[in-house]
């Protein structure tokens, strides 16, 4: 069937593996890519599909009004996948306000715009709204997050996210606009960004930098491979459930110093250095403020009645994950230098 979709962020780390699938996977779907590319968009993430007939690029700003108004009233969207933010928690630690206006402010404007495109008539629409599981808060030394666990932020990017949520549950409530949330534990895998955990330390290890971790680094995380996440939102998308939440996760606890003694041995390996060489580099810091100690999703609910499960264990999308950045040094290099934010002029404004 065919489907005008927006999908936000995907100039993103995630959002660009879902603009991948959803353009190669379905190609009677119109897939129109939202994305204001910030410090964090890099249109170099998806340029194997830029000349895909089914493909569209707008650059433009969720937190502006009018253009979202008229976008929306132009193209009469069917679908919407959220997930256009500010995704850094250092950066919200720093800034709050900007994790205010795009991830609820700008949240809102495309609620709202969606709503009034569809006039009341909501047969065959659904806004997806692409969350995280830091709004659940911190866990103790045991339990799981699951789908009714309450709400409980603890820094500025969690709280702006969980109010995103909220305001999603609200238009869902309000005026019956049909819409899913999935909450997902912290991806990791080919185009993230340099400043979260997994590829900065790849780069570092690579230059022999230290590899700066915050207080005793026993907080812990639970990881999953960015393509299972992008396979699971394409399946919430068709078969999930209007209203319902998913947990998105892969049952992969690690403590940061366990992945990073991983992590160390894996790229000793892959640069043929002596083994142990890169944990010398580990660096204790100051420990990030109001530091949420331990996230686990709990899936099941996901598996039981989707039927989705991840498709790669940690050790094997942590391995393909260092090969990528190995063998894409040139995006390491002009995402470090900001020579990625010229492709855009070279690409759209010649
Ligand atoms: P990212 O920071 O890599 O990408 C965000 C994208 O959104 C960028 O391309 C950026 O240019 C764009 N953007 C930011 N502000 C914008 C604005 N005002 N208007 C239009 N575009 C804007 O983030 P990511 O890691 O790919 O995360 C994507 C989504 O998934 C976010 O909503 C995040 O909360 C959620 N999420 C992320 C993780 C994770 O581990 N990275 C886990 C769970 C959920
Ligand atoms: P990050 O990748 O920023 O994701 P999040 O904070 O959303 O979970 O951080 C993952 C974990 O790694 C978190 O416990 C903070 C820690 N960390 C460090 O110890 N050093 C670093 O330089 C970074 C970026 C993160």
Sequence with gaps: MSKKILITGGAGFIGAHVVRLFVNKYPAYQIYNLDALTYAGNLENIADVEDATNYTFVKGDIKDITFINDLFQKEQFDAVIHLAAESHVDRSITN?????????????????????????????????????DEVYGSLGKTGLFTETTSYDPQSPYAASKAASDHMVRAFGNTYGM???????????????????????????????????????????????????????????????????????????????????????????????????????????????????????????????????????TFEQGLAKTVDWYLENESWLNNVTSGAYQAYYKKMYEV
């Design 96 to 132: 709050p306000n900007a994790f205010i206006e795009t991830n609820v402010l700008g949240t809102a404007n495309l609620l709202n715009a969606f709503r009034d495109t569809c006039k009341g008539n909501f047969e065959d629409k659904l806004f997806y709204h692409v969350s995280t």
């Design 178 to 312: 049909p819409f899913v949330i999935s909450n997902c534990s912290n991806n990791y895998g080919a185009n993230q960004f340099p400043e979260k955990l997994i590829p900065l330390f790849i780069h570092n290890i690579k230059n022999n930098k230290s590899l700066p971790v915050y207080g005793d680094g026993q907080y812990t995380r639970d990881w999953l491979f960015v393509e299972d996440h992008a396979k699971a939102i394409d399946l919430i998308f068709h078969k999930g459930k209007n209203t319902e939440t998913y947990n998105i996760g892969g049952f992969n606890e690690w403590t940061n110093l366990d992945l990073i003694h991983l992590l160390c041995a894996q790229m000793d390996e892959k640069l043929d250095r002596e083994k142990g060489a890169s944990v010398k580099l580990i660096t204790y810091v100051k420990d990030r403020a109001g530091h949420d100690r331990r996230y686990a999703i709990d899936a099941t609910k996901l598996n039981k009645e989707l039927g989705w499960k991840p498709s790669v």
